[in-house]
């Protein structure tokens, strides 16, 4: 099985069917020793390496496809032989002739998720510490949660990580978002009185930020400077109305967002469960996904 797993993996690097890169390959290298290591005969002691590079066609002329152009983008086997759409022939029994001929046996089933179901004529990157990606999410977040508790929502935070792939320029596909927000998080819904909140952003200060609504934020040399909600320095003795995700509640990322919450309601939706249909909603409307960044966090060397 590890030596079926390396084989896979490493022809998908050449057959490269993946969404289109957005800019600069990216490649990395990690030593596949430890995963091979009960199983490494088969290797006749060469060294073997993992490596990802950009699925941008470059080396059979395969593109990212939607439901209906699967020969066209992805090329087609016959009698075990893989015909590229550069033109290029890999002779049956290749490991990318094998490679392949799974992926395209497995393409029917996977029509409903790559339906093309919005547009983002610009596309969106994730980024740090702020981008319009992560302030889209963020902020569509808090409307769900002000929706679910019927309450006004003054803040929210889901972590960074919690957006695992960047918003494609031109077609979205249902699966761009599957793969965005993959996690089973609730969106959750608590209060906070704003020295909690306060206490909360001088750890993202001092740590890692993460992605934020409804703040307006000052970091210093990993102090925070200043904080404002709804337009106001924030008032220690107030109480707000916060957005968070399950895991960010008690310790993911290091954060405990829900520590001293006068009350907190964990829904049963997920992330994807709020974001998938807004997207979908969007298209239907004939709506382009569009955002952009508003400043709302600045980190500064002194």
């Known amino acids: 099985m590890r030596k079926y797993i390396f084989i896979l993996l490493t022809s998908i690097a050449l057959f490269s069917c993946g ?27 060469r060294t073997m390496v993992w490596r990802r590079v950009a ?11 939607s439901a209906k152009d699967v020969a ?48 983002c004529p610009g596309g969106m990157e994730r980024g740090y510490p702020e981008s319009a990606l992560g302030d889209w999410f963020v902020d569509n977040m808090m409307a769900a949660a002000e929706k679910l508790s019927g309450k006004k929502v003054s ?21 761009d978002i599957l793969s965005m ?11 906070l009185r704003g020295k909690d909140i306060r206490v909360l952003l001088e750890q993202l200060a001092a740590t890692e930020w993460q992605v934020v609504g409804g703040a307006r934020c000052v970091v210093r040399d990993g102090k925070l400077v200043s904080a404002e909600i709804d337009g106001k320095p924030i008032d220690d003795s107030e109480i707000y109305g916060v957005m968070t995700i399950s895991f960010l509640l008690d310790g993911g990322d290091g954060i405990s967002v829900a520590r001293n919450a006068k009350t907190l309601d964990i829904y049963p939706q997920y992330v994807m469960d709020v974001m998938l249909p807004y997207v979908e909603s969007l298209g239907k409307a004939g709506k382009p996904i569009e955002y952009a960044t ?5 980190i500064e060397k002194s």
């Open 181 to 191: 927000f993959p996690f089973k998080n609730n969106i959750c819904y608590l209060e």
């Open 19 to 45: 969404r289109k890169a957005s800019g600069p390959a990216e490649a990395f290298e990690r030593l596949a020793a430890d995963s091979l290591a009960s199983d490494s005969s088969w290797a006749f002691g």
């Open 294 to 298: 508003d400043g709302r966090i600045k």
């Open 72 to 119: 066209e983008k992805m090329g087609s086997v016959e009698g075990g032989t893989y015909y590229a759409p550069d033109g290029r022939k890999f002779a049956a029994g290749t490991a990318t002739a094998k490679v392949a001929s799974l992926l395209l046996s497995v393409q029917d089933s996977m029509v409903d998720v790559k339906e093309v179901i919005a547009q």
């Open 155 to 175: 803040f929210g935070i889901v972590n960074t990580g919690g957006i695992r792939e960047d918003m494609p320029e031109g077609d979205v596909l249902r699966d």
């Open 55 to 65: 699925m941008d066609g470059s080396r059979t002329g395969v593109q990212a496809t």
